[in-house]
Structures are given as C-alpha cells and as structure tokens.
C-alpha cells in the first residue's frame, strides 16, 4: 500500500508564509509527478502545481510568483511554500503523486487526506 500524508496546514494572515509537506510511504518502487491542488469553499478543485522527478515545476497563473513546489526524492517528500498569502488562498490543499509500486508495472495516482489553510486577520 502507498500513502501520502500532508502537514503544515493552518491559520495566516494575509501576506504571510506557510509550507505544506507531503511524505509518500509504502511499497514505492518511483514517484513521477508531485504536485497540489486546492478546493475553495464552493469552488472547484484547481490545480497549484506540479513538479516532476526531475525537478521541473509547473505552477498556476494565480499563485505564480508566490510559490515555490520542491521534492526530495531521498524522503520521498513534497513541499508547498506559499509567501505572500492572500484571503483568496483559503481553501483545503491536497497533494498528489503518480507513484509506481514495487512489483507493479503501471503508475497509480494516490492523494493526501487534506489540509485546511485559511488566509485571514
């Protein structure tokens, strides 16, 4: 079984900084893509960005210049550094992976539980 389990959620106010992880554990043979998306109340899900094994990054117009998405490949860990935060930021993050399984010849995608982040004075 794989599992990614997120952390740093939390209350900030608006123009400040927090980091989100995401540690991949399990029978993980690679780990492809990382990345986020995030879910504002009443809103779709929207994708943040990704970031490849290699270290390629992708990010979303709205958050482009404010965020950073970083990985290390050795704890099989994904960061999610949001600077400047904005009240329009709030909403519940979600990581994601496209994770090859020991044993198994096709990736999966597998996703974190959830973190609530909420911008506001």
């Known amino acids: 079984q794989v599992q990614l389990v997120e952390s740093g959620g939390g209350l900030v106010q608006p123009g400040g900084s927090l980091t989100l992880s995401c540690a991949a554990s399990?029978?993980?043979?690679?780990?492809?893509?990382m990345g986020w998306y995030r879910q504002a109340p009443g809103k779709q899900r929207e994708l943040v960005g990704t970031?490849?094994?290699?270290?390629?990054?992708n990010y979303a117009d709205s958050v482009k210049g404010r965020i950073t998405i970083s990985r290390d490949n050795v704890k099989n860990t994904g960061y999610l550094q949001m600077n400047n935060l904005k009240p329009e930021d709030t909403g519940v993050y979600y990581c994601?992976?496209?994770?090859?399984?020991?044993?198994?010849?096709?990736?999966?995608?597998?996703w974190g539980q959830g973190t609530q982040v909420t911008v506001s004075s």
């Open positions: 399990g029978d993980i043979f690679s780990i492809n893509v």
């Open positions: 970031i490849t094994s290699g270290g390629d990054t």
């Open positions: 994601f992976a496209e994770i090859r399984r020991l044993g198994f010849f096709r990736p999966d995608n597998y």
